[in-house]
């Protein structure tokens, strides 16, 4: 079946660093998500990507879809602790079902 | 709007009982998800409903597993009898049709099951 993979499993930056996770699928995807997981808590809708090449911001969160539709990224900029968290990406071939990547815990340390 | 609202919030069960879940999403949301999330298996779909139509179960593991969603309100999951090995968070999540819009799934708060 489908699946995406995401990399790294587990991230620790100090404060102020970057940090950048990725999420990759052997096949063409119709559209990628990506989530927040804070710990304990649940996952959170942050954005969709569904155009080749499509870049989208939110603040210092930058989210790419690869030009082949087969990848994507998230980037933080100078990680605060308020972005501790699994992020998921997760993405749909067709219709409305979405396969969740692993994730990547993000540790931050202050 | 609440929200899509789970419950219990919690599930402590001897092995052998049979559990329900029970999920309440959002007002206008098209689609019911529900997922189980373990450290080994990750976010893991179990079954989903468009219209309160039952449309790819693919992901329920056993026979122990059912689910049914009698209107547009109410979903329920249901296990029986329980495993020590069905303990996980199942989520309850609904969505609008995702491709026409900037819209994602909005998750439940989830319920953490344990059978012990």
């Known amino acids: 079946g489908q699946q995406v993979m995401q990399i790294p499993q587990y991230q620790h930056v100090q404060e102020g660093e970057d940090f950048t996770t990725y999420c990759n699928s052997s096949t063409t995807l119709s559209n990628i998500q990506w989530y927040k997981q804070r710990p304990g808590g649940h996952p959170v809708f942050l954005i969709q990507l569904v155009k080749s090449g499509e870049v989208k911001k939110q603040k210092r969160l930058t989210f790419q879809f690869g030009e082949a539709k087969k990848n994507s990224s998230l980037h933080i900029t100078a990680t605060q602790t308020t972005d501790v968290g699994t992020y998921f990406c997760a993405a749909s071939r067709y219709g409305n079902k979405l396969v969740f990547g692993a994730g990547t815990i993000l540790r931050v340390k202050s | 709007d609440a929200g899509v609202i789970q419950s219990p919030r919690h599930e402590v069960t001897e092995m052998g009982q049979e559990v329900t879940l029970r999920c309440k999403p959002i007002s206008g949301h098209d689609y019911l998800f529900w997922y189980r999330q373990t450290m080994m298996r990750g976010l893991e779909l179990l079954i989903y409903?468009?219209?309160?139509?039952?449309?790819?179960d693919s992901g329920m593991p056993e026979d122990r597993f059912s689910a049914k969603m009698p209107n547009a309100s109410f979903s329920t999951l249901k296990i029986q009898p329980s495993e020590p090995r069905d303990s996980a968070v199942y989520f309850c999540a609904s969505s609008l049709l995702v491709q026409v819009g900037d819209y994602g799934y909005t998750f439940g708060s989830g319920t953490r099951l344990t059978v012990v």
């Open positions: 409903f468009n219209n309160n139509v039952p449309i790819d």
